[in-house]
Structure formats: structure tokens, C-alpha cells
């Protein structure tokens, strides 16, 4: 709108009015009343209009907002050294939830006898370091009222802590010198290797865990998806002659390029950056980059049995070798959509198995996110073993129904809705916010990546999903792992 020249007359001239000046007892008009009314009327709608978008404009920009998939305002700082700090304040008071995701898991170990180093790190960093040795840090944490804990995966692994707002100093002064300086005794070393076998041994006890390891190993032939996180257990048992090679690991992974700080909850970024440059800006970048070998195409359908040395119900686990994580292609996303349409609680195979003909106790899939191709995996619980076969071609004859009829857009629809509000809805604390976002950091280190993504699912069509299934869903790219009782025997 372009603004109107004033006069430069201390009184506006009567004759550049269409309303003509007359005694103060009546008005006289030069043009008909419908006229005026007319003009009026118009008027009054414009700005009625002007005023409504701009009452609306607060309005488009928050529903523009919440089409993001992670709706929460964060910035994004760079050290020197190659540190990424991603900061993200949110109205949940008091309370501070710090992640240190540190992008090194079970696909970092691509030599030979030595997997399984990342967990035990995941075990190491509460040993102590220099100056805070294991119990002076304990008394720390526990003073501060801090909730602390660790996990590794294949490609990550992450560090977390939950406090108050006021002990983020103290919180990040002993992060840095455990990230730069972790000290820990060959004798304690030891003591840590032993928890470790402890929890392999724990885990092979289980039937499930065992099929799981069986399957990878059966599935990957080179590339260090071949073992699970927990490292093979002819290397953990070489874990306690291998003190120095794991002051090597240390220093080749815990280093600030391979590392991003999370910092979620009712903090200021500026004060928050300052903490961190204070107590993180002199970490040394390294030089080591892991050659990881690339998983050669699959040529023919593979197949492996366990057999369980005590009673237990037999399992099925039927996978596919799917594309990794990406927030561009389609393929990934395509097949997270179709996941839980065809092995879901709500799919028809679940309904009929689990449900009506009550031959399973449970059905499930997987297909998580990772930086190397992932298996899209169906795991069956049987309640008798007899049924194997049956239930085998039941979950086959699942992939192929999908490789060739499309789901209908109205179910496409639906799945996409329940997976963007299930993300949001998990978002409930400080704690959970940065919990959600470690994942996708450990694959990108910025939460771009799943507005990224969420926005890539919005273009899925019926069609996308029934190309990616026909193209993922084929023997080639089968491995099958069975489990059962030794007495047991399938027919």
C-alpha cells in the first residue's frame, strides 16, 4: 500500500473533500447517500480483511511450525575441534538433560578378534578419569540428585544424565574429564571385562538374544553388522589381555569429531555454549578414520538353525536385507511405512495368527535406522513347533502380498498420521526430547534430519511402498533363522 503525499496546508482545502463544509445544523452531500454507504462499506471490509490476516499471521506460522516432525526451536554450534553442540531450550523448569551421543557403536570394529570394544567403553567411562576418580564422581552425581546411564548400539554410543539447571557447570567439567582424560587401572580394567562376559553369558541364556546373534552372523559375511553390540565371545574372552589395545580405542574414537553434545531443558544457549568451550574447547581432534568394509550383494537365500539346549517355545526369524537410514531416498521410508501395515498388531497376518488361528504367541518386526543396509526383520513365537512350516510360509506369502497389490491410500494415510503424532506425543519431558533426538543425531548430528524425514514420508505413495517391497522382498536377499528345543523336531 503506498502511503497517500500529505498537503502541506495547516487546514485541509474543503474543495479536495467530496463532503462540503455547511452550517452545523444539517450536512449536505455532493453525491447520493447509497453512494457513500457504498464506498463505506467497502472500506470497512478491507480492514476487516487486513485485520484478520493479521490476527492469523501468529496462527500460520504455528501450524507451519507443527507440521515439523521436531517442533522445538534448537541451535547448532561448531568447535573448532570438530564438537558439535545442539542446544534446544523447552518450558519443562528446573530440570537439564544432557546426551553426549558419540557416533561409535558395533560397526566401529572392522578388525579381526577385536569386536565388542565399543560396549565395554559403554562400561569403562564410569571407572573414573583424572581428576575425578569412579567414587568422587559418584558422590558428585549424587549430591547433584542426577540421574546418569549409557548405552551402545551398532552405530552409537551415548551417554545421558538428568539434574538440576544449576549443576550444568559441575555436570559438564566432569563429562570433559572423562571424555579426555578416563583413566582406569589394568586391574580394574580387568574387573570390567568380567561384567562384561557376565552379561554375554546373560544374554545367550536367552533364546531370543541367541537367534537374534545367530541371524546377523548368518546374514552379514564382511560387514561388522555381522556381530551383535556385544562382540563376538571368543574376543570377550580375550577382552582382559587387551589392556593396551583398548587405551587405543579410546584414543581413536572418543575424540570431538566423532562426538555431539545434546543439551535439552531450561537453559540459556549462550551461557550454555560457554560451559562448554570452557571445559571442552582444548579436546584434541583425532586423525583415525575406520575402514569398514562394505557387505557384498547377497546372491542366494541363507538359512541357519539353533538348537536349544532346554525346553522353550521355538522361534522363527525371517529377514530381508533393507537400504540404511536416509532422509532423501525412499526406499528406508517407503518400507517404515509398510512395517507395521503388514506385521503390525493391526495387520491381517497378526490377526490371523496371533488372534484367530492362535498359532503364535507373539508376532513383531524390526527395522531400525542405521548408517549401513539393516535387515527388515519378522521374529514368530510359536506355541508348537509343528506349526514352523505353516507359519514360515504364512510370513513369506505376507512379503510377496505386499511386493505385489499396494495398500490403499486411506491406510497409507493413517499409518503416516499415527507415526508423526506417536513422535510428537513422546516428547513429554526434557529428558524424552533429547532421548528422541540421540538416535537421529548419532546418524546425522543435527535434528534437521527428522523433519527431513518426516517430510520424505509425506511423499510415500501406495505405489513407492509395493516398488520397495518388490525390490527388497526377494530370495536373493533372504536369511532365515530357526530356534528350537533339540527333542523337537519340525514337521
Aim: hydrophobic content about 35%; proline content about 5%.
Amino acid at each position: 500500500m503506498s502511503k497517500r503525499k500529505e498537503s502541506t496546508k495547516s487546514k485541509r482545502d474543503p474543495a479536495d473533500s467530496p463532503v462540503q463544509a455547511a452550517p452545523r445544523s444539517h450536512l449536505v452531500y455532493t453525491h447520493p447517500l447509497s453512494t457513500i454507504i457504498k464506498e463505506l462499506t467497502l472500506i470497512a471490509m478491507k480492514f476487516l480483511i487486513i485485520a484478520s490476516l493479521i490476527l492469523c499471521l501468529p496462527f500460520l506460522a504455528l501450524a507451519q511450525k507443527s507440521r515439523k516432525a521436531f517442533a522445538y526451536d534448537y541451535t547448532i554450534d561448531d568447535l573448532p575441534n570438530g564438537l558439535r553442540v545442539v542446544t534446544v531450550p523447552t518450558d519443562y523448569p528446573n530440570l537439564v538433560a544432557l546426551y553426549i551421543v558419540v557416533q561409535t557403536g558395533s560397526r566401529n570394529e572392522p578388525e579381526k578378534g577385536k569386536s565388542g570394544y565399543a560396549h565395554l567403553f559403554e562400561h569403562l567411562m564410569f571407572r573414573g578419569s583424572e581428576h575425578y576418580p569412579g567414587k568422587q564422581r559418584d558422590e558428585i552425581l549424587k549430591k547433584a540428585g542426577a540421574n546418569d546411564n549409557a548405552y551402545t548400539t551398532d552405530d552409537r554410543t551415548v551417554y545421558h544424565e538428568v539434574f538440576s539447571k544449576d549443576d550444568l557447570d559441575k555436570i559438564l567439567e566432569l563429562e570433559a574429564d572423562r571424555f579426555q582424560r578416563l583413566k582406569y587401572p589394568p586391574d580394574g580394567y580387568k574387573t570390567e571385562t568380567k561384567a562384561v562376559l557376565g552379561e554375554f553369558n546373560k544374554n545367550s541364556a536367552d533364546p531370543e538374544e541367541k537367534a537374534y546373534e545367530v541371524l546377523r552372523a548368518t546374514a552379514y559375511k564382511v560387514h561388522t553388522y555381522s556381530h551383535t553390540t556385544m562382540g563376538f565371545i571368543e574376543d570377550i574372552e580375550d577382552f582382559p589381555n587387551q589392556y593396551d589395545y583398548s587405551l587405543q580405542f579410546y584414543g581413536r574414537y572418543y575424540r570431538p569429531e566423532y562426538t555431539t553434545i545434546v543439551l535439552v531443558g531450561d537453559l540459556k544457549r549462550d551461557e550454555a555454549i560457554g560451559m562448554v568451550k570452557k571445559y571442552f574447547g582444548d579436546w584434541k581432534r583425532g586423525t583415525y578414520v575406520p575402514n569398514i568394509p562394505a557387505e557384498p550383494e547377497q546372491t542366494a537365500p541363507r538359512e541357519n538353525h539353533v538348537d536349544w539346549p532346554s525346553d522353550t517355545l521355538p522361534l522363527i526369524y525371517v529377514a530381508f536385507r533393507g537400504p540404511a537410514y536416509s532422509d532423501e531416498k525412499k526406499d528406508k521410508a517407503a518400507l517404515d511405512l509398510l512395517a507395521p501395515i503388514a506385521f503390525g498388531e493391526n495387520s491381517d497376518l497378526y490377526q490371523k495368527l496371533v488372534l484367530k488361528e492362535q498359532k503364535l504367541d507373539s508376532l513383531s518386526y524390526s527395522f531400525e535406522d542405521r548408517a549401513d543396509p539393516e535387515l527388515f526383520l519378522v521374529a514368530a513365537k510359536l506355541k508348537d513347533v509343528k506349526d514352523t512350516d505353516y507359519v514360515r510360509q504364512q510370513i513369506l506369502d505376507a512379503y510377496q502380498h505386499f511386493a505385489k497389490e499396494p495398500v490403499s491410500k486411506e491406510r497409507l494415510d493413517s499409518t503416516r498420521s499415527r507415526l508423526r503424532y506417536g513422535f510428537a506425543l513422546g516428547m513429554d519431558s526434557s529428558e524424552a526430547i533429547a532421548g528422541s533426538l540421540a538416535g537421529y543425531i548419532g546418524l546425522r548430528r543435527t535434528p534437521l534430519t527428522i523433519d527431513k524425514l518426516f517430510a520424505l514420508y509425506d511423499t510415500i505413495t501406495p505405489e513407492d511402498m509395493r516398488a520397495m517391497a518388490t525390490k527388497y522382498f526377494v530370495d536373493s536377499r533372504r536369511t532365515i533363522v530357526t530356534l528350537s528345543s533339540k527333542k523337537e523336531v519340525a514337521k
